[in-house]
């Protein structure tokens, strides 16, 4: 909440009047026109700034206004830009006539100036002469442009690409794709010299070549991979264009589909943007570069040994020579990576490197297939190099990317790739947050191709689910996505059983995070019971079903009740609870899927998981009750779309409806199943129902509510819920109505029960308002079992009854269009 001097600014804010609101806006404007803001400009500014986002309506300023506020976005002085462009974001826009974009300089624009204007534009055809204007700087030589324009630019540019490509020509997309090519390939290769002491010689200060990041010289030319004490413009521009050269390769297409072009390609996508902000961000950590205006030298460039082609790619358009350029750099980056760095960030860079340079490498193959067979040898290398070591996890995934798109047309057996992919990666690093946001967005952005392409894909839900397990409130979202692509047949049994057992496996896999880090001579680890019986051999069998890789062991274990007495102390753990609040809506996840593929007999096997698990759950608070809330939803749900199921599954439904104690320890799913056998135990529901079932359901339920309307509860003990005793009675009275022997047995119920009642009290129902509900309950059904002709209609009435199409019917509507025609033509 504000406190009340901000409420009074505010409101006053709010209260200012369009004509004091218009001086105010002339003496800011007269304010600005001076060479020197001081104080005063900027307490205007704030003032604008709150009078502005006060309201709920957006203000247009003033043309002029708005032009010097905009311009006021470059001024030096970082508070004025911020101040600037947060009043801008405030207002309106200008009309794109009056807003003239070629004017804007390259080399004055920053991060705010280039949101303004990208959220602003009102449509592609006001950006594309700013857009041509930035390509036309980047055009000119450094000589011409001002001290690092080009590191300026290029970022713009590549957000104004990012957010509207359409607004570039062909003939943009040939200059920038030459410019590329000189700045990746033809970078210097001598590092800039070192300034020197008072007292150093003039050899000391000879600039010289760049090295590479093990501290050898580099005969290779520049990339981002290359070290020195400093940097020139163009090799920063390497820099720059490696960081956002995939973007540009995935840009380009919008233009080649709007425009023709000599270049055939095809147009593909590849998954997330270029990580330019984290690989500038290693090199600032391990180096203290200063780029400078030193011209690049072409001469000086040492061919490169792996880009050793004929002079002829001179002369190929200039979108294949950045391809083949492109190719060239990457595999150089490669190469570099198998140095070993001096520095520990340096190590960090080689990763993030290889990262853009293999998703680089793929996003060539998607644009030009004739190009697999060049990179597959390389990446192929790349992962036997690093296939071994976990540390480079996340560089594998990109690899994995690579034989998921182009493993087919390689001719590749990929079965070792998802071995480790979907084996080891979840098993040993489910505590790496980052490594398990990356590997889930690689799931869920092939979700489409991973159970064609791979097969064994859904047998690895037991290791998938140990990240959801470890890291639940982060990754909750990530399996709301995935979790339908792991239900299939072959394994909704089993994967009903493993989330329902998720809090267990959270359980244990913090068990085995300390059992690693606490020796067992550790006087911190013996208060433990838990701990000490995931480390005893007797229980080791019970922990290892829970970690197990794969899915096809068994569904469930026959020692559940054992294992959760072993893992009681954990049901108080936060991960633990966290993760038991987000089983309940990964279980309305699976229900939903699996009804739209699952045949009858597998629909009954998961009633009688639901059943049998309804007791066999880790007592977490709450958790049983939301578990048996959801299965109560989805049991109504499969026995109406399936009535039938109610018949088959009858013996096993009853057993449970007649087990007095589940009136009170599972009301909610112990109401739902009586309901069930109430409503579809019925020959219109299913021709085999049979006397004999109606009879021996009728027996099961009038002996359980008799049990608990009879006998007083039990010292501090619950009294049975009125909801269960109404729907006992609602379903008695169902079955009754369709097998008319047992008519009176129900009246003889409800007659005694009405005489019981008369008393104001009964010891079953310590609530007087409950009684009088229930007592209600069985009038109306006592009244209505005199007529079993019409307590039938009542209590099971036809489908056409239950849901009636009269508003199609024109036969039952045309008296009500009639009567209401009738009443609109007559006078009152």
Not at 334 to 344: G, L, N, Y
Not at 420 to 444: G, K, V
Not at 461 to 474: E, H, I, R, V
Request: proline share 5%; with cysteine.
């Amino acid at each position: 909440m504000f406190s009340h001097g901000s409420e009074s600014l505010i409101k006053q804010a709010r209260d200012i009047q369009e004509p004091e609101l218009q001086k105010f806006y002339s003496k800011l404007n007269k304010l600005l026109q001076s060479k020197d803001l001081g104080l005063e400009a900027v307490d205007s500014l704030q003032r604008l700034h709150l009078i502005l986002s006060a309201t709920k309506f957006t203000r247009k300023l003033p043309p002029e206004l708005h032009t010097r506020l905009f311009a006021l976005t470059s001024s030096p002085s970082e508070q004025l830009q911020i101040l600037s462009s947060a009043v801008l974001r405030e207002t309106l826009p200008l009309c794109d006539k009056e807003v003239n974009y070629t004017q804007i300089t390259p080399s004055l624009l920053n991060s705010h100036t280039a949101g303004l204007l990208l959220s602003q534009a009102s449509s592609t055809t006001a950006l594309s002469p700013f857009c041509a204007q930035l390509v036309r700087s980047l055009e000119s030589r450094h000589s011409e442009a001002p001290s690092h324009s080009h590191t300026h630019t290029l970022p713009i540019l590549n957000s104004v690409l990012t957010h509207s490509p359409e607004c570039l020509t062909e003939e943009h997309v040939s200059v920038l794709s030459k410019k590329l090519v000189d700045w990746l390939r033809y970078a210097s290769i001598t590092q800039v010299a070192s300034p020197g002491g008072f007292f150093s010689g003039s050899r000391s200060r000879q600039p010289g070549p760049i090295a590479e990041l093990d501290g050898t010289v580099s005969g290779d030319f520049f990339t981002v991979l290359c070290v020195g004490q400093g940097f020139t413009e163009d090799q920063w521009m390497n820099v720059y264009s490696f960081s956002t050269l995939r973007n540009w390769l995935l840009t380009y297409h919008s233009v080649s589909n709007c425009n023709t072009t000599g270049d055939t390609v095809i147009t593909c996508s590849v998954f997330s943007t270029s990580p330019a902000a984290r690989l500038q961000c290693s090199l600032s950590l391990s180096h203290s570069h200063s780029p400078s205006n030193d011209d690049r030298s072409v001469d000086g460039s040492v061919i490169s040994m792996v880009s050793a082609t004929s002079s002829s790619s001179r002369l190929l358009p200039p979108k294949e020579r950045l391809r083949e350029k492109s190719f060239q750099y990457c595999q150089r980056v490669i190469e570099q990576s198998d140095r070993k760095p001096q520095k520990r960030a340096d190590a960090e860079l080689q990763k993030a490197c290889l990262v853009e340079a293999v998703c680089i490498l793929d996003a060539l193959c998607l644009e030009d297939c004739s190009l697999v067979y060049r990179v597959f040898p390389c990446i192929k290398a790349l992962y036997g190099r690093l296939s071994s070591d976990l540390s480079y996890a996340r560089v594998l995934l990109p690899i994995a990317q690579f034989y998921l798109n182009h493993g087919e047309m390689a001719a590749v057996d990929c079965e070792a790739m998802w071995q480790l992919l979907f084996s080891r990666f979840p098993a040993e690093l489910f505590n790496d947050s980052l490594l398990a946001h990356e590997f889930l967005r690689f799931i869920r952005q092939n979700i489409q191709n991973l159970p064609l392409k791979v097969p064994q894909y859904t047998r690895f839900f037991p290791n998938l689910l140990k990240l959801l397990a470890w890291d639940s409130p982060a990754l909750v979202d990530d399996y709301v996505d995935l979790l339908p692509s792991m239900v299939t047949t072959g394994t909704a049994v089993e994967l009903l059983h493993t989330l329902l057992d998720l809090p267990c496996l959270s359980a244990t896999l913090v068990l085995q995070q300390r059992s690693v880090l606490l020796p067992i001579t550790d006087p911190s680890a013996r208060g433990l019971q838990a701990l000490d019986a995931f480390r005893n051999p007797n229980f080791r069998g019970l922990f290892l079903f829970l970690l197990r890789g794969e899915a096809g062991s068994g569904d469930t274990i026959d020692r559940l009740s054992m294992l959760h007495e072993l893992l009681a102390e954990s049901a108080d753990w936060p991960r633990v609870v966290q993760c038991a609040q987000t089983v309940p809506v990964l279980l309305h996840i699976f229900f939903n899927t699996v009804i739209k593929l699952a045949d009858e007999k597998l629909l009954a096997q998961l009633i009688l998981v639901q059943l049998e698990r309804s007791s066999l759950l880790l007592k977490v608070p709450n958790y049983m009750s939301e578990i048996h809330r959801v299965f109560s939803y989805h049991l109504l749900k499969l026995c109406k779309l399936h009535p039938s199921l109610v018949v088959d599954q009858s013996h096993d439904l009853l057993e449970f409806a007649g087990t007095t104690s589940n009136v009170y320890n599972k009301e909610e799913l112990y109401t739902h199943v009586v309901w069930v056998l109430g409503e579809y135990l019925s020959l219109s529901c299913d021709c085999r129902c049979s006397v004999r079932h109606i009879t021996s359901c009728f027996e099961a339920l009038e002996a359980v509510l008799f049990e608990i309307t009879s006998s007083a509860s039990p010292p501090g003990g619950i009294c049975p819920n009125p909801r269960v005793v109404t729907t006992l009675m609602s379903a008695l009275a169902k079955l009754a109505s369709r097998s008319h022997d047992l008519i009176p047995r129900v009246s003889l119920f409800l007659s005694k029960l009405r005489t019981s009642s008369r008393g104001g009290s009964v010891s079953w129902c310590s609530d007087e308002d409950d009684l009088v509900a229930i007592v209600t309950r069985g009038e109306e059904l006592w009244s209505l079992l005199k007529t079993p002709g019409v307590a039938q209609s009542v209590l099971t009435p036809p489908a056409h009854v239950t849901k009636p199409q009269w508003h199609r019917d024109t036969n039952v509507a045309a008296p009500l269009q009639l009567r209401t025609l009738t009443r609109l033509t007559q006078p009152q």
